[in-house]
């Protein structure tokens, strides 16, 4: 069974860092392509970043320069260096799994506001 658990969200004042992880177990870690994505209030789901098995990576143009993704395969773990962060970021932000034999599998997500 896959679990993905998030952690490390929080408050944090508009400027400052915040760095999330994803812990997976149930899954061949490194066959996967982890994500993350983030959900607003009253917006759809949107993707953050991607770093597939290889380790080549994906941002969306808003976190360009500002987040971070990366893996570490020995302790199946996902990361997301957050810096610069603005009002804007504030979401719930949700790690993401995918192989193509076993589609995505979700964390719970965890709550990120930026807030002065």
């Known amino acids: 069974q896959v679990q993905l658990v998030e952690s490390g969200g929080g408050l944090v004042q508009p400027g400052g860092s915040l760095r999330l992880s994803c812990a997976a177990s149930g899954i061949s870690f490194s066959d996967y392509r982890m994500g993350w994505y983030r959900q607003a209030p009253g917006k759809q789901r949107e993707r953050v970043a991607v770093i597939t098995s290889d380790g080549n990576t994906n941002y969306d143009d808003s976190v360009k320069g500002r987040f971070t993704i990366s893996r570490d395969n020995t302790k199946n773990a996902v990361y997301l260096q957050m810096n610069s962060l603005k009002p804007e970021d504030t979401a719930v932000y949700y790690c993401?799994?995918?192989?193509?034999?076993?589609?995505?599998?979700w964390g719970q997500g965890t709550q990120v506001t930026v807030s002065s």
């Open positions: 993401n799994a995918y192989w193509i034999y076993r589609g995505n599998s």
